[in-house]
């Protein structure tokens, strides 16, 4: 089973918002999930981003892979370094 960090996408149309989630790597983008870390809303200025430091870091330690987009949200929170 692959464990994957991405994005779950939320809100109304032309209004999104996301959720970042810890799921198998074969489930849907909006099905289930095994841990919600923190959200992103793109919409707001500036931009609301949180993320929850050390659950992320814990399932990266553990092995789940983060998607593009994820990785660089993190890098913008300052959870990874790269």
């Not at 289930?32 to 330690?61: C, F, M, Q, R």
Request: aromatic share 6%; proline share 5%; charged share 30%.
């Amino acid at each position: 089973m692959s464990v994957r960090i991405r994005l779950k996408r939320l809100g109304a149309k032309k209004a999104p918002f996301y959720r970042i989630v810890v799921a198998d790597s074969r489930t849907a983008r909006n099905g289930k999930s095994i841990d919600e870390i923190g959200y992103y809303n793109p919409t707001t200025e500036p931009v609301d981003l949180k993320v929850d430091a050390d659950a992320a870091a814990k399932w990266i330690a553990n092995g789940a892979q983060p998607s593009d987009t994820v990785k660089a949200l993190l890098k913008k929170a300052g959870v990874i370094k790269d």
